[in-house]
């Protein structure tokens, strides 16, 4: 099966940070202003619209990371083939991953849509959000299949090396939306009423774009090729693999997620008010988590690629070096976030007693930022080098063992309120990373490749 000339980029241990990093830090950036902008422009249309969205964002997020089953074993499979060089394989494990994901989308795009009042009434929403988060949910989680194909084409791009192009589609994104948040909020169509409808819809739309342009551009850089006849016979095989390094990677995130959506229905009981900070103050905490995302997704993408050539050693001392880097800029964007918050909350209410809920849960995002830049380090490392199970491991224990008792305790128990809800998460993050990074001190992902080397 042979591929068209390739025109991806040489990844190798000599790859400065910066060159994958730089593109991805500004996409992040710009997925953060979107995010932002969308809580902005709600919270002046209606203050229950932005906590309705945020409980609804915990659902869909949770919806993404089924999505990254596949997307997250295309990933390393691509890296680690591609760091191989046996290329006669990319068409094939493209269209694989591109089809399974899509049918998998549209199947579970209905199964949250009809769990909908379910989810709901588990999460505890108030009876002033609950329209709200509804209606978002069926509207953008009905399009979730959309994310699927997009989540697994941005990976394949980015595992070649194409990081400029998350960056740019990001930026298209961000104009389609905000445009999108005017007109049905405040412009032309606000005289249709359908506010949280419409920015749904604005995501949707904005989104499919998004996955045409990725689409567009796999074909124009001849990165490779989709076709039905790459699985004719079907690659059952692959598919197995794939399947067994996504499912543990998905299960880790499923388990988070899982957890910090029950600390959610923990803050939903806590009032509106704990719900809209912690909602805001998530919106601000997302610039803090840029720089040690850009860079963790930097060190899986050459991570990956040194498994795959066989360069062990070169990897293990790379994923260090990474560390030195992203640690104290996350922990300066965090301190500065904490200092800067008593006027950034100021952007989005004017209600005193969320923002003094806000300034108590940024101090203790400090240290929530260290433990997650090392979670995020060494954990996306070890899902590249194909050790996947250890980070779910770790995983369910931390999450539930430290996050979800630490953070009823001290937010429930000892009335700390949202702020103590944080600190069970920090607690997490921090234990976590730090069990994580002695696995990979350890040396024990070596020998688990997935791609067989060629002597």
């Known amino acids: 099966m042979k591929t068209d000339k390739r025109q991806s980029v040489a990844i190798d241990e000599n790859t400065p940070l910066l060159i994958l990093a730089g593109p991805m830090f500004l996409e992040l950036f710009l997925n953060t202003m979107l995010n932002n902008i969308d809580t902005l422009m709600l919270s002046h249309y209606d203050e229950y619209a932005v906590g309705a969205v945020g409980n609804a964002n915990i659902i869909l997020f949770m919806m993404n990371i089924f999505f990254n089953v596949i997307a ?40 949250f849509c009809l769990a909908n009042p379910l989810i709901m009434n588990f999460l505890h929403v108030s009876e002033e959000m609950r329209p709200y988060s509804m209606i978002y949910i069926y509207i953008v989680g009905g399009g979730g299949f959309i994310t699927a ?55 949707v739309f904005a989104r499919l774009f ?15 090729r989709l076709s039905l006849r790459y ?100 922990i300066a964007l965090a301190a500065i976030n904490a200092v800067l918050c008593p006027y950034t909350l100021r952007l989005f209410t004017s209600n005193e007693n969320v923002i003094a809920l806000g300034q108590a ?43 979800l008792t630490t953070g009823y305790v001290a937010g429930v128990v000892l009335g700390l309120g949202v702020a103590g809800i944080f600190l069970g998460t920090a607690t997490d993050e921090c234990i976590r990373g730090l069990i994580v990074m002695y696995y990979w001190y350890r040396r024990k992902w070596m020998g688990k490749a997935v791609v067989e080397q060629r002597h």
């Open 72 to 111: 997250t074993a295309t990933s390393v499979v691509v890296a680690q083939y591609l760091g191989a060089k046996q290329y006669e394989s990319m068409n094939m494990i493209y269209t694989l991953a591109v089809t399974v994901n899509l049918v998998f989308g549209i199947i579970l795009s209905g199964v």
């Open 149 to 203: 194909v997009f989540n697994v084409m941005l990976q394949i791009l980015r595992c070649n090396g194409h990081t400029r192009i998350g960056m740019w589609v990001t930026f298209a994104i961000n104009i389609i939306n905000i445009g999108g948040n005017y007109l049905f909020l405040y412009g032309p169509w606000k005289s249709l009423g359908m506010g949280v409808a419409g920015v749904a819809i604005s995501t």
């Open 210 to 224: 998004a996955v045409g342009v990725l689409l567009l551009f796999f074909y124009v850089t001849k990165t490779g």
């Open 231 to 330: 699985l004719v016979p079907f690659p059952g095989r692959l598919l197995g693999k794939m399947i067994r390094i996504g499912l543990p990677s998905a299960g880790e995130n499923l388990t988070y997620n899982l957890c910090q959506t029950t600390l959610l229905s923990f803050v939903n009981s806590m009032g509106n008010d704990s719900v809209n900070a912690r909602a805001y103050c998530n919106s601000l905490i997302a610039f803090a988590m840029l720089f040690s995302s850009a860079a963790a997704m930097s060190a899986q993408i050459i991570t990956g690629h040194l498994v795959g050539a066989g360069k062990s050693e070169e990897a293990y001392k790379r994923v260090f070096r990474t560390l030195r880097t992203s640690m104290p800029i996350t």
């Open 361 to 403: 849960i940024m101090i203790v995002d400090i240290f929530l930022e260290a433990g997650r830049c090392l979670n995020m380090i060494f954990i996306s490392s070890l899902k590249a080098a194909g050790a996947t199970i250890f980070p779910l491991i770790a995983g369910i224990l931390c999450n539930w063992g430290l996050g």
